[in-house]
Nanobody, 120 residues
Framework: EVQLVESGGGLVQAGGSLRLSCAAS????????IGWFRQAPGKERELVATISSAGRRSYADSVKGRFNIVRDNAKVTVVLQMDALKMEDTAVYYC??????????????WGQGTQVTVSP
């Protein structure tokens, strides 16, 4: 059974930090890119950060310089370190795993999400 289990969410004051973890199981983790998405109330889900199977990272402009994504293939875990948090970072954060296949196909899975709330 494929599982992506997020942890580390919670309530933090603006300017503070949180560390989200995504623990994976049930698939060949090394072959997948991993991403963090977030969805705030009344808004569409948006991409926050990704890390490829080769370790290349990319970030949304809104979090560049504040968030850092790291993968540990030995521990089959991806961590999203979030610093200098702002109220607008409040959202449910989801872990996402995807493997691009031939002919435009892909295999992907989502975690259940973890709530991050940033207070004034």
């Amino acid at each position: 059974e494929v599982q992506l289990v997020e942890s580390g969410g919670g309530l933090v004051q603006a300017g503070g930090s949180l560390r989200l973890s995504c623990a994976a199981s049930g698939f060949t983790f090394d072959d997948y890119a991993i991403g963090w998405f977030r969805q705030a109330p009344g808004k569409e889900r948006e991409l926050v950060a990704t890390i490829s199977s080769a370790g290349r990272r990319s970030y949304a402009d809104s979090v560049k310089g504040r968030f850092n994504i790291v993968r540990d293939n030995a521990k089959v875990t991806v961590v999203l370190q979030m610093d200098a948090l702002k109220m607008e970072d409040t959202a449910v954060y989801y872990c996402y795993a995807v493997q691009e296949l031939a002919y435009g196909r892909k295999v992907d899975w989502w975690g259940q999400g973890t709530q991050v709330t940033v207070s004034p």
